[in-house]
């Protein structure tokens, strides 16, 4: 299975900031990587595809970037709505996998 | 508009079974692989199962393998997920989703996901 390590586990920002959020796979992936974002007691909802693709929807202040092993996510001008928990995902190989999540709270 | 819209859950006991459903609309749902989350209470995403929109090819978790049976009515426009044996560590939140691509079973992200359906596991 391949392990997914995501840093750090949660994080304190302020609206208006720039965060970063970083993803490590086990082996390489490629480009096999998806970004989710799941508010409290909701569904998850995909940000990013391919590592670094934007889906539809999703505001452009969310960037992905990264391929093999190392990934990023950076989300610039924090918003509130921006409070919830994030995960990257492999889709590289079965079992899919996820990263624990980064919990974002806005100060 | 895609909607997900998952069944089933409710409170069982270890050695129980139960069958969640997820019923489609809003794509075409024999085109898409379809997957099963889930999420322990607190905890993080843990990947279930997927079945090809062909029902030709299915994967499981090891930790769910030889007791859950993912399957698809195409016809009804339903996916469903057979849990046997069940465990307290089963308890999560199951959610149903499908994939962003035609065709594809494993190698592709979730664009859609269900609201969720609770499995409690509990004598």
């Known amino acids: 299975d391949i392990q997914m390590t995501q840093s750090p586990p949660s994080l304190s920002a302020s609206v208006g900031d720039r965060v970063t959020i970083t993803c490590r796979a086990g082996q390489s992936i490629s480009t096999f990587l998806n970004w989710y974002k799941q508010k409290p007691g909701k569904a998850p909802n995909l940000l990013i595809y391919a590592a670094s693709s934007l889906q539809s929807g999703v505001p452009s202040r969310f960037r992905g970037s990264g391929s093999g092993t190392d990934f990023t996510l950076t989300i610039t001008n924090l918003q509130p709505d921006d409070l919830a928990t994030y995960y990257c995902q492999q889709s590289y190989s079965s079992p899919l996998t996820f990263g624990g999540g980064t919990k974002l709270e806005i100060k | 508009e895609v909607q997900l819209l998952e069944s089933g859950g409710g409170l069982v006991q270890p050695g129980g079974s139960l069958r969640l459903s997820c019923a489609a609309s809003g794509f075409s749902f024999r085109d898409y692989a379809m997957h099963w989350v889930r999420q322990a209470p607190g905890k993080g995403l843990e990947w279930v199962s997927v079945i090809s929109g062909s029902s030709a090819s299915t994967y499981y978790a090891d930790s769910v393998k030889g007791r859950f049976t993912v399957s698809r009515d195409n016809s009804k426009k339903t996916l469903y997920l057979q849990m046997n044996s069940l465990r307290a560590e089963d308890t999560a939140v199951y959610y149903c989703?499908?994939?962003?691509?035609?065709?594809?079973?494993?190698?592709?992200?979730?664009?859609?996901w269900g609201q969720g359906t609770m499995v409690t596991v509990s004598a």
């Open positions: 989703a499908k994939v962003f691509s035609i065709a594809v079973v494993t190698d592709d992200a979730f664009d859609f």
